[in-house]
């Protein structure tokens, strides 16, 4: 070990990875779940980081179960609480249809009843991006950084 180099305590990185019905009921477990396993990690109810991961799961998980939903396939919601920032993926099996990409999301007319989901995960995640899923749709991952 040189001189300057300081030894590294262990990196704890924690998963949850869970497959969730399409439907309306499936989008509101989710978010239940998540908010369940951010208290197991010490991520308690009502925190601000806690707040904004059950936000940013229902708008996601909503627009799974409405845009992304393929009859007879599931949506996957997975966290990673990494050391610096806590990581949401929502993902669907719809591959045709896309969300617009951060930088390209626009707020809907006052009188529309839907079209503000992405622009709440814009305004309240780190950061977020669009990325293909393996073997067949898209994951949509947004990172809330831990203060």
Not at 57 to 71: I, S
Request: net charge positive; proline share 7%.
């Amino acid at each position: 070990m040189s001189v300057h180099a300081r030894p590294q305590g262990p990196v704890t990185v924690r998963v949850f990875r869970y497959r969730f019905s399409a439907t309306r009921l499936g989008a509101r477990l989710a978010r239940h779940l998540v908010l369940l396993r951010l208290d197991d990690w010490g991520i308690p109810y009502g925190s601000a980081l806690s707040d904004s991961a059950a936000l940013i799961v229902a708008e996601l998980a909503a627009n799974a179960v409405t845009h992304g939903r393929v009859p007879g396939r599931d949506f996957e919601v997975r966290l990673d609480l990494l050391p610096a920032a806590l990581r949401i993926e929502v993902s669907d099996t719809r591959t045709e249809r896309r969300p617009p990409v951060p930088g390209d999301v626009v707020l809907p007319p006052c009188d529309s009843e839907t079209g503000r989901g992405l622009v709440l995960v814009d305004a309240i995640a780190s950061r977020w991006e669009v990325i293909d899923r393996v073997p067949v749709g898209k994951t949509v991952r947004a990172e809330l950084d831990r203060a």
